[in-house]
């Protein structure tokens, strides 16, 4: 069976109907999971392919957002975006740098749009794992280190409720990105909250993963490549 298949898209911005490369969700193969989520497939990892791309006019969003851009929205991504676009497809099976372009460009278009900081923080993330994957540690470090500064603006100022993240589950995570900047006493800090609050137990999952991060970053370890 082939890993891939086109999806078919339509540009809300300027109606150009395009293919976008997706996993077929019965040929994943996870092998694991790193302690900040990122899943590693056997073959193709869908994180390759999450950010749609238009090849006419340059929008870029992932799946969920890219239908919903309205009046100001689509002119800002005129004006900024598609007046500067050089026509190109990302709609192919991605490399690795064409999958980091689709992220960055996503990236801007959602800080253009404001979208919410939870949103521009799980692009970042993503950019950071791809990077992970082509084990270049300087561009990973710098986006895990944008993506943790946006989680943690999205948890004190923003509403949770509706996204797929929840309170401890999102400081479980500003945590872990901080342990791997070596910010220990942060990630102690965050990690804290999860773990000290008695409510947590609704999400044993993250509770206990919050417990075992909590005790490497005590015990100094706050690179995981020492750990492995
Ligand atoms: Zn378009």
């Known amino acids: 069976m082939e890993q891939l298949y086109d999806k078919n898209v339509n540009c809300p911005l300027c109606s150009t109907k395009f293919f976008t490369k997706q996993v077929r969700t019965k040929a994943l193969r996870l092998i694991k999971q790193d302690k900040d989520f990122m899943p ?67 990236l801007y278009v959602g800080q253009l749009l404001e979208e919410s900081k939870l949103y521009l923080g799980s692009i970042a993330l993503n950019t950071a794992w791809l990077y992970r994957l082509k084990e270049d540690k300087d561009e990973e470090r710098r986006f895990l280190n944008i993506a943790r500064k946006l989680y943690e603006e999205a948890y004190y100022k923003e509403d949770l409720l509706g996204s797929n993240m929840d309170e401890f589950k999102l ?58």
Not at 60 to 76: I, L, N, P, S
Not at 200 to 216: D, F, G, H, I
Request: aromatic share 12%.
């Open 40 to 106: 590693h497939y056997q073959g193709e990892n869908p994180i390759k392919y999450i950010v749609f791309v238009c090849p006419n006019c340059g929008y870029a969003a992932t799946e969920e957002k890219f239908d919903f851009v309205y009046g100001w929205e689509k002119e800002k991504i005129l004006k900024e975006v598609s007046s500067k676009w050089r026509k190109r497809s990302y709609g192919g099976i991605r490399t690795l740098d064409e999958a980091i372009d689709t992220c960055k460009l996503a």
């Open 171 to 228: 400081a479980y995570l500003i945590g872990e990105l901080n342990r791997r900047l070596g910010e220990v006493e942060n990630a102690i800090k965050w990690f804290n909250i999860v773990v000290s609050k008695p409510n947590s137990n609704l999400n044993p999952t993250v509770r206990k993963l919050a417990v075992e991060q909590w005790r490497l970053a005590k015990e100094g370890w706050s690179n995981e490549c020492k750990v492995l």
